[in-house]
């Protein structure tokens, strides 16, 4: 008895010491080189998704490296959101795109949807989000 009360007092102060981030955890996998950026929008509404970062819940970037890059979106209150991401390799923080509007920059969104001939919606990207949520996103260049 008094050791499994002490053992649940280093517990809990072992925690207070070493908190565990609460967030989305992102891994972004088939980054072609370390030029540049990952910029990240989370969304919680399918208003400006996936294209107009300034609807965005909340924003996040880091550099790019070759291969795999990790990033976390920190306090994210639980709910349902969609996340838009771009390989910004000329740092001008604008997914640029051709005539047809066709993205001439790195891109992906969560549960990885890619169509033919438009972008994901919201309902496709969406994702449930509690405490802590892992995702890993495919970017597509």
Not at 26 to 40: D, F, K, W
Not at 41 to 53: C, H, I, K, R, V
Request: glycine share 8%.
């Amino acid at each position: 008895m008094l050791f499994s009360f002490i053992f649940s007092i280093l517990i809990n102060l072992s925690s207070a010491y070493y908190p565990q981030v609460e967030g989305i955890h992102v891994i972004v996998n088939g980054v072609n080189n370390q030029a540049g950026e990952i910029m990240v929008a989370l969304f919680d509404s399918q208003e400006g998704f996936p294209l107009n970062a300034h609807r965005a819940f909340k924003l996040a970037k880091c550099p790019a490296q070759d291969g795999t890059v990790f990033l976390t979106i920190e306090k994210v209150p639980p709910g349902k959101y969609a996340i838009a991401l771009f390989h910004d390799t000329n740092g001008d923080a604008i997914l640029n795109t051709n005539v047809l509007g066709i993205p001439k920059e790195g891109y992906g969104v969560s549960n990885n949807i890619k169509n033919k001939f438009s972008a994901p919606s919201f309902q496709q990207a969406q994702f449930i989000h509690q405490d802590s949520t892992s995702l890993t996103i495919s970017i597509h260049y």
